[in-house]
């Protein structure tokens, strides 16, 4: 099966940026549609953005204009790109491509 490894979340400051990696163990240039989603502590496991094979992306409206998600399937790996994060953004995130990754932590405080 296919394995996703997630990676670059952590601890960021109010209006500073992160990039969220997805790294496939196998080929997605197979997989149709790839996806963010985050869960916050007390709340529903949401979707953040979402990418097809042929490039078409939506995203979240509390997102929308923040984020950014790609997918580069020379190396097998989904992004992330999270800029101006808010607070309420403080979330684990976790991959879709077929299953899900394990999520990363994404923490928004000063």
């Known amino acids: 099966q296919v394995q996703l490894v997630e990676s670059g979340g952590g601890l960021v400051q109010p209006g500073g940026s992160l990039r969220l990696s997805c790294a496939a163990s196998?080929?997605?240039?197979?997989?149709?549609?790839m996806g963010w989603y985050r869960q916050a502590p007390g709340k529903q496991r949401e979707k953040v953005a979402i990418i097809t094979r042929g490039g078409f992306t939506n995203y979240a409206d509390a997102v929308k204009g923040r984020f950014t998600i790609s997918r580069d399937n020379a190396k097998n790996t989904l992004y992330l790109q999270m800029n101006s994060l808010k607070p309420e953004d403080t979330a684990v995130y976790y991959c879709?491509?077929?299953?899900w990754g394990q999520g990363t932590q994404v923490t928004v405080s000063s």
């Open positions: 196998g080929s997605i240039f197979s997989i149709n549609v």
């Open positions: 879709y491509a077929g299953v």
